[in-house]
Each structure stands twice: as C-alpha cells, then as structure tokens.
C-alpha cells in the first residue's frame, strides 16, 4: 500500500499523510472502495506534466468529456 510513500518525498506533511491513511485503515474506511486489490493505472505519461492539469484530465476523462486534443492524438495513435 501507501505506507511509508509519502514520508520522504514531502517530510512533516508526509508523516501527517501517513497518520491520515494509517487511521483510515484502522477504521476499515479504506476498505470496499471502487478499484481495491487492483493495480494502479499507468500514469508514465503525466510525470512531466503538471499535477493540477493531469488531475483536470483525469477528472473530465473520467467524466466522459475529453479536450478535443485528446480524440486527436487517439486519431494519430490508430493511424500509427
């Protein structure tokens, strides 16, 4: 899991992060969630992009609604 993830990228905040989860999993609120026991997805393709921006397309993604960028480079990728 997440346990011990956060703790050296981001210090004090990390430690907190870290209580937060590990209460959260004590009180099995972390349990029956939607995608548990699966692989995370690949999110490679975002590492160089920033966060906010890729949760935004996450988020409409997930919505149904896609930029329409977004229908062009899957056009480019099928004629690839």
């Known amino acids: 899991m997440l346990v011990g993830y956060y703790e ?12 937060q ?8 609120q972390l349990e029956g969630l939607e995608g548990e026991g699966q692989p995370l ?3 490679s393709s975002e590492a160089q992009t920033d966060p906010a921006v890729a949760a935004g397309h996450r988020i409409m993604a997930q919505a149904g609604v896609l930029p329409e ?10 004629a690839r």
């Open 21 to 28: 989860i590990k209460k959260a999993q004590a009180e099995g």
């Open 69 to 78: 960028e977004f229908s062009i480079k899957k056009e480019l990728d099928a």
């Open 41 to 43: 997805p690949d999110r």
């Open 8 to 19: 050296p990228m981001f210090g004090s905040l990390g430690k907190l992060v870290e209580r």
